[in-house]
């Protein structure tokens, strides 16, 4: 299964180890990076935030080496800087008014258009490609795997706190998102033309200049053929992102399998699966979603290993069963953001919380 290569983009966050609080980075990290990562890390808007991306991996195994490989660098690099890495889609407290905005022309144009909404994206994702065959064959699969994101985003469920506050939510970084245009769901699309067209719209009247202004949970990507899912907080282990995108990639190796037997998986209206989306942020894994077929709400662990077995015929031929597995111990010990709830109900204290996120965030890697 070749055409199902995998690239992987986490989001970090840079942490003062004295005061655990975000931290400018004020580039160093990233231009010290370059030289051993190239373009394999860059800044992003806030100052706080460093992302990496792996090279393209033609399997889980490649994936994991990359995956590790760059936490471990980055960390090594942040520790000659005097700070700490840290994985989670939102920082338990510190304020997004005070954090630093990255002097780049492109943010500058984004904070004049959306300000505010802009200035407060403080928060911190994980983005997977998995490569497909051709556009069109790539906009059959995302109309059928949108049904499966919100199974996908409970087990990545990784920011409960904002702002120094507890939101009651297992990923509040969606809500902090949602304030953007053209986030979400994706609508269903007939063909790859009549998706093109909608972005030849938007651009032809001023809305976004280019593709990848487009930021829903799962999209064609503009210039590349992959599908990536932008769904998921940024996990806080790399066995958690690990496992996320060995499911990613099976589902997209299954539902392709199915289109060429002539198989159709049953597409279901954008407007239902954002009822389940909005109970995978608010419960995660502990909540139940909706079963559409059977109409009737089922416990989201069911759900998620009945997508298990869904997936079960094609991860043997992509080497990924011990990852798809590693679900198990997901619904198990919980997600990153069960995690941090225990933490805080133990110590009710926020410094500590951020203590465990770099904790954890180091597991496996040195």
Partial sequence: MREFTLGIEEEFQTIDPVTRELRSH???LVDGGQIVLQERVKAEMHQAVVEVGTNICHNIHEARQEVTFLRREIMEMADKQNLLIASAGTHPFSDWQAQLITPNERYDRLIEEMRDVARSNLIFGMHVHVGIASRNEGIKIMNAVRYFLPHIYALSTNSPFWCGRNTGFKSYRSKVFDKFPRTGIPDYFSSAAEYDEYIALLVKTGCIDNGKKIWWDIRLHPFFDTI???ICDVPM?????ICLAAIMQALVAKIHKLQRQNLNFQPYRRVLIAENKWRAARYGIEGKLIDFGKQEEVPTHELIM????????????LGSREECQYVEQILRNGTGADRQLAVFNETNDLKAVVDYIVQETSFGVR
């Fill in 26 to 28: 004020m580039s160093k």
């Fill in 228 to 230: 990536e899912f932008r």
């Fill in 237 to 241: 282990r790399v066995d958690e992102t």
């Fill in 306 to 317: 009945e997508l298990i077995d869904f997936v079960d015929d094609v991860v043997d031929e």
